[in-house]
Structures are given as structure tokens and as C-alpha cells.
């Protein structure tokens, strides 16, 4: 990307074709996007479900019995040595591809929670959401936390509770939970049968169809096969065991009793969450509720901005970064930035305005991804992710426009509540150390601030999980040369102070408190107890403490 000296706004490229017919195209290309993100707790399946759909949707195949899963699973949706040693997946990857029309962007998201902040980002770029229960668990902590994000958004979430193919809780129960821990109306579309022999096939209420499922022999490699039969079919007596088909009829007839009317409003405003019940691992009723959701999730839809609110079919391109991830490739050592398209076409190429600096900024050499591949884009629509090659300008929540200065505001920021002193090993590497950290911290993973020493200023990484500082002392290693020890810090609760220069000082001062300059010099105080913070935020000081940047 090159950034350009003019301030003055240009048209971007246009399309070759009539106003009339590039609306059109406009219109219909943002009908067929859905953009979504998998919220689960670990072990849920997340990694089981998006490769089930990345091979429904022909981006991947699975060939033959998949029992390397877990070194496969690495191959398709995660970057890092790191992330393959700890079977821990860090980074965030967007997968495109299309499936029964539609276009689809699933954003992967880190699946540890020490990983939270980019996980709560990348739910900012997402129009809906799909949240996974394990059968035998329900709702667990870390579902609640995603979910209460998707909820604050307003984001439309559909439920998949997976692992059916074993034992489980029984379902009404799991409804049940449901509905009462997280406060959200479900309605269940499929609702799994269970026979003699486990999991043998869903009753889909809103087509009134049994769909009885036949066993491969490739443990989930290929599609499930399934026969559909209707409910009042007689031929249903005779495919089922009768305690089987008793107990199928009086659930439905309970929950046609009691469970809520479907009603697609509620959905969209994330009132109301369909439900599905199926097994990632065999495919049992995954391309049934695949199907569903393209059907009833929503494409984007008009996005809040200071400009009022953004039409998705707003010819004027618009869009947000919300991920920058550095050194994507070792070998090319690059920085990309994640942009979310809001509004209008993008062409390759394209000059928008970077509404921050205020300048003009060409957006070219796009890239579209697939884990590890990438593809040069020529065109992209609102709801696709580009991913632009840049040198350090952009930041994450910078907004990218062509129709004027606005910026579309709800990236959230949270304080960091861990922090480390880094010692370097080798202190003839200080510029790789500066640069490294100055890379990582921009890809918002951690803050870097200085505390000031006898030896000059020192380096403090604070992170939002511990974990954040395995994975940057590792990058700081292999990827910038410069080897290093994180000694953590007992403080946690950091605040950032405004006010008379001589107050600051004598606060400063006082025991536990640490005193942290960020990397624009503001102050920022690091408590040791919660307590402490809170006297000295409601002591009369003459100081106001920020819990992020001011
Ligand atoms: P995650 O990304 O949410 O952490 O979950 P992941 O897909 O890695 O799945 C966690 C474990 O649950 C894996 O088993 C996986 O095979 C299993 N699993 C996923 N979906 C289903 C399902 O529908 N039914 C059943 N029975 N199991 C499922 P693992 O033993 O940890 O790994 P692996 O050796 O199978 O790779």
C-alpha cells in the first residue's frame, strides 16, 4: 500500500457499467454475503464444525478417514508453529467461499480466552453468529462471554448443539438452559431422535420432515446421507422403534405447545435464536442447518457511523480495519491489515480516504484468505474482508471511506490486566526489540509501555491473557531476532491519568502505585490491588483516571 501526500477527496475507480446497473450489481452482490463468526467454549467442536463447512462449501476436502485431525486441523485454519506445539489456536483467519448461492465469509477466531480481545474484535466484522454447545455441557464460560458481546451488538445468533452422535444431556433440558442462563428465546428447528442405536436422525419442524441419517463408513469425511420421510407418513411406524417414535411425538407436541412461534423479525434482532442439533463429526445435521442459516441470517445490514447510519448498498465504499496481524508469511515478513467492507465495491487499486490522518491512501495488491492461501482480489463486496498489505499505517478501528470523513465507531478496547518487564537477552538487539514490539502491540494483541529506570526507559508489555506473553516473547524471538525473558508484574489494574502535571507526580509517588508512560507518552498508573485503584479514583485529587487511552 502507498500512501499518498494529497488530502484532496478522488472519486475511486468506477465501475464500467451504467449507475443503474453497478447499483444492481451492488444490490444483489450484498443479497447473496453472509459474514459470520463460531462462538464456543474449547472442545465444543469449533474447529470439527468449520471444516465440515468449509468441505460442504468445496474449499477443502477431506479425504479418507481423517484421523490426523489434529495435525490437518493446523493446516487449514491456523498460522503458527507456536499455536501447532500448544494446540492452541491464536490468531484469527476469514474464509471465503460459496455455498448454495450465497457467499460466505466465516471469520475463525481464537478459540483461548487469554485471546479474548481479538476474538470480541472480530465479532465487530461479523453480522451473525453461530454459537456451538457440546451436548453434554450446554452453555459454558466462555460461550456466556461471546455471547453476551454478540448480544450487546445486537447480533444474530444461531444455536448448534453438537456431539449428538453420544450420549448427552436431554435436549428439552438443554433448551431449557439455555433460555434461562443467557436470557435469549430459542426455537428449535430440527430436534434430534435417538434410537436404540444413539443418534439415528432430526425431526425438522418447520418443513414437518424426518430426516433419518445413513452411517458412512468414512468417519464424516464425505457428506451425511439422509433419508427424509414425513411426520404423518404411516411408513415412519415401521423405520422407528416404537418408544422411539412415541417419544418423538409427544416432544413435538410439547414444544409446539410451549416453545416460541418462529418469527424471523425476532431472529434478526436477536431476540430469538433457531436451534439446531446435530454432530460436526459425522456431518449429522450440519448441511440441514447450513442451509437454514444462509437462509435466515441476515446480509449486511446498515452499519453505525458518525455519519449516521451506512447503507451496505451506499455506492461509496466504506469499511473498518478490525485485525492487523504482522509477518502473516515469515518469509515476506508483512503486515496486513484486516479490513471489514461496509458499504460500495471495492476495486483493487482504489484511493479512499485513511480517516484518521485524513489523507489519501491507495489500497492495492488486496488479498483475500484461506488460512495459509491467499488470492488476489480484484473486487470485493460489503461483507468481505480484504486483507491489505501495509507498512504501519493503519491501526486497528481505522475507518477507510470515499464518501467523506466518518468512522464507524463500536471497535471495543479493554484495559490490559497482566503485565510484564522484558528483559532482553542480547542488549546489542534493542532496535530489533523496539521494532518488534512496536509491530505486535499495533496488531493489538498487547500494549507496550516504559517504566523509567536507572538504566533508561524500560520496556512493559501489558496483556489482557498470560498466554499473550508466551506467544510474543516467541515472535520476539523468531521473528525479530531479539531473544527476551517477561518477568510479570504483581500489579493488574492500570489506569490512565489526566490532570495538573504536579498531582500525577505526587500520586505516582504513593506505595503501589507503578508508574508507566504509554507509547505517546501519557501517564498510566499500575495498582496493585483493585482496592487501591479505587481509592485513589474516588480520593479528590484533581486527577481523572481513564481505563483506556483518553
Ligand atoms: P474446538 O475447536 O472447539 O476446540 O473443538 P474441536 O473441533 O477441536 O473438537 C474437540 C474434540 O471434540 C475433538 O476430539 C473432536 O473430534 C471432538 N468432536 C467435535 N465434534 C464432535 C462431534 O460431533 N461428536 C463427537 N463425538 N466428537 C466431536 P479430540 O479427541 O480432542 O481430538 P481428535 O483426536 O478427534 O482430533
Not at 471489514?340 to 484511493?351: E, H, K, P, Q, V
Amino acid at each position: 500500500m502507498q500512501v499518498e501526500s494529497t488530502t484532496t477527496a478522488t472519486p475511486s475507480s468506477p465501475a464500467q457499467s451504467s449507475p443503474e446497473a453497478a447499483a444492481d450489481q451492488l444490490e444483489q452482490e450484498v443479497a447473496r454475503r453472509r459474514t459470520f463468526a463460531i462462538i464456543s467454549h474449547p472442545d465444543a467442536g469449533k474447529t470439527t464444525l468449520t471444516e465440515k463447512l468449509l468441505m460442504y462449501g468445496g474449499a477443502i476436502h477431506l479425504a479418507g478417514a481423517v484421523k490426523a485431525r489434529r495435525a490437518q486441523r493446523h493446516v487449514t485454519s491456523d498460522w503458527m508453529e507456536l499455536e501447532r506445539k500448544r494446540g492452541i489456536s491464536v490468531t484469527s483467519s476469514v474464509m471465503q467461499f460459496e455455498y448454495a448461492g450465497c457467499k460466505v465469509n466465516l471469520l475463525d477466531t481464537p478459540g483461548h480466552q487469554d485471546f479474548s480481545e481479538d476474538t470480541y474484535r472480530t465479532l465487530v466484522a461479523a453480522d451473525s453468529a453461530v454459537m456451538l454447545l457440546d451436548n453434554r455441557k450446554g452453555v459454558e464460560e466462555r460461550t456466556r462471554q461471546l455471547f453476551e458481546v454478540c448480544k450487546r451488538r445486537r447480533v444474530p445468533i444461531f444455536t448448534f448443539v453438537n456431539k449428538c452422535d453420544r450420549a448427552g444431556e436431554k435436549p428439552l433440558k438443554l433448551l431449557s438452559d439455555v433460555e434461562s442462563d443467557l436470557g435469549i428465546a430459542c426455537y428449535p428447528v430440527t430436534w434430534p431422535i435417538v434410537g436404540e442405536n444413539g443418534f439415528i436422525g432430526v425431526y425438522d419442524r418447520m418443513h414437518g420432515a424426518v430426516e433419518l441419517f445413513e452411517r458412512a463408513q468414512d468417519h464424516g469425511a464425505s457428506r451425511a446421507r439422509a433419508r427424509a420421510i414425513h411426520l404423518k407418513d404411516p411408513e415412519l411406524r415401521n423405520l422407528l422403534e416404537a418408544t422411539v417414535y412415541d417419544r418423538l411425538v409427544s416432544e413435538i407436541e410439547l414444544l409446539d405447545a410451549a416453545s416460541h412461534a418462529f418469527d424471523l423479525d425476532a431472529v434478526l434482532r436477536g431476540d430469538l435464536s433457531p436451534m439446531y442439533f446435530g454432530s460436526a463429526l459425522t456431518n449429522f445435521g450440519v448441511e440441514a442447518f447450513f442451509h437454514d442459516f444462509l437462509e435466515f441470517a441476515p446480509a449486511p445490514r446498515p452499519r453505525e457511523s458518525t455519519a449516521g447510519l451506512i447503507s451496505p448498498t451506499d455506492p461509496s465504499f466504506t469499511g473498518f480495519v478490525f485485525k492487523i496481524q504482522a509477518n502473516m508469511d515469515p518469509k515476506h515478513r508483512d503486515r496486513i491489515a484486516f479490513v471489514r467492507i461496509c458499504s460500495g465495491r471495492f476495486d483493487a487499486g482504489m484511493r479512499v480516504m485513511h480517516v484518521r490522518t485524513a489523507s489519501q491512501i491507495r489500497l492495492s495488491s488486496p488479498q483475500q484468505f484461506l488460512a495459509r492461501d491467499r488470492t488476489a482480489v480484484e473486487e470485493a463486496w460489503p461483507g468481505d474482508v480484504i486483507g491489505i498489505m501495509d507498512r504501519g499505517t493503519l491501526r486497528i478501528g481505522d475507518s477507510l471511506s470515499t464518501a467523506g470523513p466518518l468512522e464507524f465507531s463500536d471497535i471495543p478496547r479493554f484495559p490490559p490486566e497482566h503485565f510484564a518487564r522484558i528483559i532482553p537477552s542480547d542488549p546489542l538487539k534493542r532496535k530489533q526489540l523496539d521494532t518488534g514490539l512496536r509491530e505486535l502491540t499495533e496488531e493489538g494483541a498487547a500494549q507496550v509501555f516504559y517504566a523509567d529506570t536507572a538504566a533508561g526507559p524500560t520496556p512493559i508489555v501489558g496483556a489482557i491473557g498470560m498466554l499473550q506473553f508466551d506467544v510474543m516473547q516467541y515472535r520476539l524471538d523468531h521473528e525479530y531476532g531479539a531473544p527476551c525473558r517477561f518477568e510479570p508484574l504483581s500489579y493488574q489494574h492500570p489506569r490512565w491519568v489526566t490532570g495538573p502535571k504536579a498531582a500525577v507526580e505526587l500520586e505516582a509517588r504513593k506505595s503501589g502505585h507503578l508508574r508507566l508512560y504509554d507509547t505517546k507518552g501519557n501517564p498510566v498508573l499500575l495498582f496493585d490491588s483493585e482496592r487501591s485503584m479505587r481509592w485513589a479514583e474516588e480520593r479528590d485529587s484533581g486527577l481523572k483516571f481513564h481505563e483506556v487511552a483518553p
